[in-house]
Structure formats: C-alpha cells, structure tokens
C-alpha cells in the first residue's frame, strides 16, 4: 500500500543524496567495483554479492573476472575453478552453479548475450526481481527499479509505503515513481541503509529525517 506520493519519496531520495555527499558516504559495491555498463558483469556480481558483504563481493568479482573476462571464458570454467575464485562469499558453492548454468543459458538460448528485457532475464537460473533490476539500470543504463532489503526496510521505515516483501515494494512503486529517479533509488539507499539507516539500532541522531521519519518498526536507535 503506497503511503506517500511519489512526490514526496523524489524529494526524500534527494535529500538523502544531499546527506550521502555531506558525509561523503561512497556508493555501494556494484558502482565502487566499476562494472556499471556491462551487463554480463553486472549480473555476476550482483550473484556474488547476494548475502555477501560489498568488500567481499568486489574482491571475489576481481579475482573471477581475471580468470574469466566474457562469456566464453566464463563457460569454460569449472564449477570447482568458479568456487575457488569466488570463495569465501556468501553460499559459494550454490552461486558457482547458478553462475555455470547462467553461462550455459547465456550461450544456448540468448546468443551469447544478456537479455536487455525484463521477462528474459527473470528466465536466467538464479535471477530474480533484484538482480533483473539491477542489470537493466546498472549494466544497461534503463530507468529500472531495484528493490532489495534496503530499498524495502528504509521506504517502510519512513512510512512512505507498508509492504510485506521486497517484490511487493516493487510492485507498489514500479508504476508511479517518475523514470529518472527509478535508477537512483537502489544506490541512493543501499548507501544510506549500510551508513546511516541500519537494520538494527539506526543513527537516527545523526539523520535528516531525525523530526519526520515515523521509524516504522524501529525499536531502538542511536
């Protein structure tokens, strides 16, 4: 159920850039690792770094793609080569198969290529809303919506909005936020979540939103 207007979340997601830059808080792991633009790493690293830490994730992301830079190479890895280069992120083993079976399907049915459209990518092994969302705004530049756990606790947070998963704050706001914001919102607030907005014990002292943030759900901040 959306809460707020779409106007009011853009001006919260500006005010939160305004922060972001005044703390000089820096982004999160996908655009530090520098692979924004490419669409195949882009959708591995976004793999790797599900339940992973971003430190964890941009080293793994480095030491792969020195052994495997495109597709082709990729696919000719071993499922035990893929684990060796990508531990210790989080569930390596499950991820070097999801990262094989991708290959494969990457090269049987999309000619080699990474699907530029929604419904296509939802059909790769392991991929899901998230990941989609992210590989369209990130690896293609579209005005695409990522919602993760950030995204989803922060906006239920402010009362912008009350959801009960992820891909039901997606589906809430997909079709109202204007489409030059969509792009910005997931790494606007994965920086926000992970600096100041946090899971448990918020900074909510040291926050803009410390007078008109309702802190939905938090039960203690600092």
């Given at each position: 159920?959306?809460?707020?207007?779409?106007?009011?979340?853009?001006?919260?997601?500006?005010?939160?850039?305004?922060?972001?830059?005044?703390?000089?808080?820096?982004?999160?792991?996908?655009?530090?690792?520098?692979?924004?633009?490419?669409?195949?790493?882009?959708?591995?690293?976004t793999i790797l770094?599900?339940?992973?830490?971003?430190?964890?994730?941009?080293?793994?992301?480095?030491?792969?793609?020195?052994?495997?830079?495109?597709?082709?190479?990729?696919?000719?890895?071993?499922?035990?080569?893929?684990?060796?280069?990508?531990?210790?992120?989080?569930?390596?083993?499950?991820?070097?198969?999801?990262?094989?079976?991708?290959?494969?399907?990457?090269?049987?049915?999309?000619?080699?290529?990474?699907?530029?459209?929604?419904?296509?990518?939802?059909?790769?092994?392991?991929?899901?809303?998230?990941?989609?969302?992210?590989?369209?705004?990130?690896?293609?530049?579209g005005a695409a919506?990522?919602?993760?756990?950030?995204?989803?606790?922060?906006?239920?947070?402010?009362?912008?909005?009350?959801?009960?998963?992820?891909?039901?704050?997606?589906?809430?706001?997909?079709?109202?936020?204007?489409?030059?914001?969509?792009?910005?919102?997931?790494?606007?607030?994965?920086?926000?979540?992970?600096?100041?907005?946090?899971?448990?014990?918020?900074?909510?002292?040291?926050?803009?939103?410390?007078?008109?943030?309702?802190?939905?759900?938090?039960?203690?901040?600092?």
């Amino acid at each position: 159920m959306l809460l707020e207007s779409p106007d009011t979340i853009t001006d919260r997601l500006v005010r939160v850039e305004v922060m972001l830059l005044e703390r000089k808080i820096p982004a999160p792991g996908i655009e530090q690792l520098g692979v924004s633009g490419d669409p195949f790493r882009v959708l591995i690293s976004t793999i790797l770094s599900l339940r992973t830490r971003d430190r964890v994730m941009e080293e793994a992301s480095k030491r792969l793609f020195s052994m495997a830079p495109d597709l082709d190479r990729l696919a000719r890895l071993s499922e035990g080569q893929i684990q060796e280069a990508i531990y210790p992120v989080g569930f390596y083993r499950t991820k070097a198969r999801t990262i094989k079976q991708i290959a494969k399907s990457l090269l049987e049915k999309h000619n080699g290529l990474v699907p530029s459209r929604l419904p296509e990518l939802l059909s790769l092994p392991g991929v899901g809303l998230k990941t989609a969302n992210l590989v369209l705004s990130a690896g293609f530049g579209g005005a695409a919506l990522c919602v993760d756990i950030h995204v989803h606790r922060i906006l239920n947070r402010w009362g912008s909005l009350k959801t009960g998963s992820a891909d039901e704050t997606f589906r809430t706001l997909d079709g109202v936020l204007p489409p030059a914001i969509k792009s910005r919102v997931n790494p606007l607030l994965v920086s926000f979540g992970q600096a100041l907005c946090l899971p448990l014990s918020p900074r909510c002292s040291v926050c803009a939103f410390e007078k008109d943030c309702p802190k939905e759900g938090v039960l203690h901040r600092r």
